[in-house]
């Protein structure tokens, strides 16, 4: 690895950093260290890197705002690629096209501000434009799928190719992206409509202030655990079992809302992985459901 890393350096990608922890960039603030970490200047950059990491057998991943995953707490032995210099948000008319590592919130905040509806939903929605497509993020009854046109990505031939809504196959908390995962968005049309602004500004308080009474926003945390079974809450069940404030070492079950574990006291990402497990199991012996995990497991064995 570190003669790679300095073969990396030479070739001019963009910002590298080494031994990283994830921590700093998961919204649980849990993970081990990942050995590289590689931010591509450009999607030339990207297609160079990920050749060379091919190339080398190096395993790799593109990491978003980390706002979804859990990494273990074991060394990631790889290359994370970060696409924060894919920012730009540009809006022409009621479009909006936006590179895959720029904030979805802020794109969304930006829609509300020029009176453009269709992306309210996704203003207290903490990923980048990438992951939330890969996710289909979605909340209050919409998702990714009503708003994006048509997406740029990376083929694992290493070709950029554009594909349309339809061909993206979104669905409730997933998409083409994530049942292809060597395919990478490099950006994004968004295509919005001219809304009452003023209406729109108001719902966004409102759902904002809903949020912060409903959710544990002051504490690290990777959003809902699991999705909703079918007409169901699982927080909701979680919540009836009675383990609202089960902890784990420094991960507990939020007492605000079930279907969230908080980070509250420098949690392991063990402690919780432990709790997840926990929860499935006592719900598939008291309901017989099988809860899915919203969440990404990355570098558990
Ligand atoms: C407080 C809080 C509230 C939340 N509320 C919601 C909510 O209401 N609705 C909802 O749906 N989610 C919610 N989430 C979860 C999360 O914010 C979303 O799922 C978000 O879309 C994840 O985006 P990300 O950039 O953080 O992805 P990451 O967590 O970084 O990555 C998730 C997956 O996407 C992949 N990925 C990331 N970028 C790309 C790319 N460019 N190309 C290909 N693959 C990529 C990663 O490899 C990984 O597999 C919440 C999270 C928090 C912390």
């Keep these: 690895m570190t003669e790679l890393i300095k073969e990396l350096k030479k070739m001019d990608l ?9 921590k700093e960039y998961t919204t649980y603030k849990v993970g081990g260290i990942a050995r590289v970490m590689v931010f591509p200047k450009n999607i030339d950059c990207l297609v160079m890197l990920i050749k060379k990491l091919k190339a080398n057998h190096i395993q790799y991943m593109v990491l978003g705002n980390g706002s979804n995953v859990l990494f273990s707490d074991s060394v990631y032995d790889g290359v994370v690629i970060k696409l924060d210099e894919f920012d730009k948000i540009e809006f022409e008319e009621n479009k909006v096209t936006c590179g895959a590592g720029a904030s979805l919130m802020k794109v969304a905040s930006q829609s509300v501000r020029r009176g453009l509806t269709g992306l309210e939903f996704a203003t207290g929605i903490p990923g980048s434009i990438g992951g939330a497509i890969y996710m289909n993020a979605g909340a209050y009854k919409s998702d990714m799928g009503y708003v994006v046109s048509k997406v740029k990505v990376l083929t694992p031939k290493m070709t950029v190719i554009t594909m349309v809504n339809r061909e993206l196959n979104f669905h409730y908390r997933t998409s083409f992206l994530k049942q292809h995962k060597d395919y990478i968005c490099l950006e994004a049309t968004l ?11 108001q719902l966004v308080q409102d759902r904002k ?3 912060l009474e409903s959710q544990p926003l002051e504490y690290p945390s990777a959003g809902s655990v699991f999705r909703n079974p079918k007409d169901l809450f699982a927080g909701k069940l979680i919540e009836d079992l009675g383990y609202k404030g089960l902890t784990k070492g420094g991960a507990k079950v939020s007492e605000k809302h079930a279907n969230f574990i908080i980070n509250y006291h420098d949690a392991k990402a063990s402690d919780i992985k432990e709790l997840i497990e926990f929860i499935k199991q006592v719900v598939k012996e008291n309901y017989g459901i099988d809860l899915v995990v919203e969440q990404e497991f990355i570098n558990w064995e």
Excluded: Y
């Design 14 to 22: 963009g910002k590298i950093l080494t031994d990283v922890s994830l």
């Design 191 to 201: 295509q919005l409509k001219k809304g009452n602004k003023e209406e729109i500004e």
């Design 209 to 211: 202030k809903r949020r």
